[in-house]
């Protein structure tokens, strides 16, 4: 089967996502973990360390005005699962609205990002990168508190790292994560409905249940 941004959308409405062993492999499979790393909405934490990182940093955040170039940015590693076929069909689901970026700006250079697809109230998280101490840490606050605020059921991180694990990602059953899923996606969520907040403001409401 060939794979198209149509084709990819509805991959994501049941449950599966594509990867490729590297970058340089154009053989694309899919993907549907037994187990299901995702990140509660009300259990997101922020740590003491981060408070400060959000409060001083002094980082600019954006949404969705570099999103080549945060997709870019997280296949470049070592290792990678984004190969240019998929990197192409991501900009696609971008340019069609379904796709988004939250970007890390240090003055005019993005340090830092994340970048996702967005069906009814499910965001599936897909990859993102640092270029600065707690760069990924920082994008992944105002992500989760994006959601929150535009109202979002699912969040989607797909597997579960010790580094997504300190920040409340937790793992569930298949059989629960598709149930999740189903309900999420038949819900309304607007991605680019919240503005850009203040720092304390995402301390707070992060603080608050977490």
């Not at 899919?30 to 003491?48: A, N, Q, T, Y």
């Not at 981060?50 to 955040?61: D, K, M, Q, S, V």
């Amino acid at each position: 089967m060939t794979l198209t941004p149509e084709i990819l959308l509805r991959g994501y409405t049941i449950g599966i996502f594509p990867m490729a062993e590297h970058r340089d492999d154009a053989e694309i499979f899919w993907v549907d973990p037994r187990h299901r790393g995702i990140i509660p909405l009300d259990g997101f934490h922020i740590s003491r360390s981060l408070r400060r990182r959000l409060l001083r940093c002094g980082f600019e955040i954006r949404v969705d005005t570099a999103f080549a170039e945060v997709v870019d940015g997280c296949a470049d590693r070592a290792e990678t699962w984004i190969n240019a076929e998929i990197r192409e069909h991501y900009i696609a689901l971008f340019d069609a609205g379904y796709a988004h970026s939250l970007e890390i700006w240090d003055g005019d250079e993005l340090v830092g990002g994340v970048y996702g697809v967005a069906v009814g109230a499910a965001f599936f998280g897909e990859s993102m990168f640092s270029r600065r101490r707690d760069a990924s840490k920082i994008a992944l606050a105002y992500l989760v508190d994006r959601l929150r605020l535009a109202r979002f059921q699912l969040f989607d991180t797909q597997f579960l790292t010790d580094h997504l694990a300190s920040l409340g990602a937790i793992e569930i059953p298949r059989k629960a994560y598709h149930d999740r899923l189903d309900k999420a996606i038949g819900q309304a969520a607007d991605f680019l409905a919240p503005p850009i907040p203040a720092p304390q403001d995402v301390i707070q409401r992060n603080t608050q249940t977490s």
